[in-house]
């Protein structure tokens, strides 16, 4: 993630969620909002209720990989919040990373 920043700070996730656009998908939720910064940032969001620390950290691994495989196609200067169902658990990477594009394709997130 050489031109991605991580976003940490709980009110920098609740700003991407009540003030930016999001976008379903069937294993994860993306979340979007435009920052002022020449760079992206990024946050994953993982809940309890998808398994116990090693599932969850599995997740988190295999989204934040999707991302980085695809961080070049995203548009500079967004807050993304990739949010992860109960589903992604048991989905193959291919489909958790089609899951990413598409959600934010949707979103106008990629470039053209």
Do not use: C
């Not at 700070?9 to 976008?23: A, C, D, Q, T």
Request: hydrophobic letters at 40%.
């Amino acid at each position: 993630m050489t031109r991605t920043l991580p976003l940490r700070l709980n009110r920098e996730f609740r700003s991407v969620y009540v003030r930016g656009k999001s976008s379903a998908g069937v294993y994860l939720v993306v979340h979007v909002k435009p920052n002022r910064l020449p760079r992206i940032r990024l946050g994953l969001t993982v809940s309890r209720k998808l398994g116990g620390a090693v599932q969850r950290n599995r997740v988190r691994r295999r989204m934040r990989e999707a991302y980085r495989l695809n961080e070049g196609k995203f548009r500079p200067g967004l807050d993304i919040v990739l949010v992860a169902r109960t589903r992604a658990a048991k989905a193959d990477f291919r489909a958790l990373q089609d899951d990413v594009l598409a959600a934010a394709r949707r979103l106008g997130a990629l470039l053209p």
